[in-house]
């Protein structure tokens, strides 16, 4: 797994690797295209709302959403990708930050329409995965949803079916979300619907139990 640094260094070039893998449909950015998409229209349904992207990068996804009004702030542990994210969205309230540590004390206390993250949970072990995520809620509207697009597998049969078939290409140090068992843990806490996308990524949507 890359460190800051290393995320840092890859900076520069991160969309064009990322665009490569989806070009090709190979693990693991197969669907990339689609799942950003989606997930875009779904932030559109409202208009100019509040925005939180979890690992924001180059700023990809959320500069599109800024371009029609809305209102964003964002968290990544990349100086270099922040500045690049910055530079599209100057009136952006952009973080580095560590969701290893949790949330930042910048948006504890605020409230969101919409939060994203895509192709960055799987960074958090599977027991953080869940603590995340709850940590995540108090943060919605009543009506806001959290949106989750990463490599993800509606069960651990499907999961290890990949991993077979890209045994040379697999990390090993990502953990890689597994619908059937996120929805055991997860479905006391909140309402939870998986969307795959292709064998290798999906979109989950997240919401507070009404």
Not at 110 to 129: A, G, N, P, R, V
Request: hydrophobic share 35%.
């Amino acid at each position: 797994m890359l460190n800051k640094q290393g995320f840092n260094l890859w900076a520069d070039y991160y969309d064009r690797t990322v665009q490569l893998s989806e070009e090709n449909d190979s693990y693991p950015f197969a669907g990339y295209k689609e799942i950003l998409n989606t997930i875009f229209n779904e932030a559109m349904q409202t208009e100019q709302s509040s925005v939180l992207d979890i690992g924001i990068g180059t700023g990809t996804l959320t500069s599109k959403l800024y371009e029609y009004g809305h209102q964003i702030d964002g968290i990544d542990f990349s100086s270099e990708m922040i500045a690049i994210a910055q530079e599209k969205m100057s009136y952006a309230q952009l973080y580095e930050w560590d969701i290893t540590d949790g949330l930042p004390r910048q948006i504890q206390g605020k409230t969101y329409q919409t939060i994203i993250s895509t192709y960055t949970l799987h960074h958090l072990t599977d027991e953080k995965k869940v603590q995340f995520i709850a940590s995540l809620l108090p943060l919605l509207r009543d009506d806001g949803k959290l949106l989750i697009g990463d490599v993800a597998f509606w069960s651990r049969v499907k999961l290890e079916k990949c991993h077979q078939h890209y045994l040379d290409e697999w990390d090993h140090d990502e953990f890689y979300f597994v619908y059937e068992e996120l929805k055991e843990v997860l479905e006391d806490l909140c309402t939870i619907h998986f969307h795959p996308v292709s064998y290798c990524g999906g979109i989950f949507v997240i919401s507070n139990m009404s």
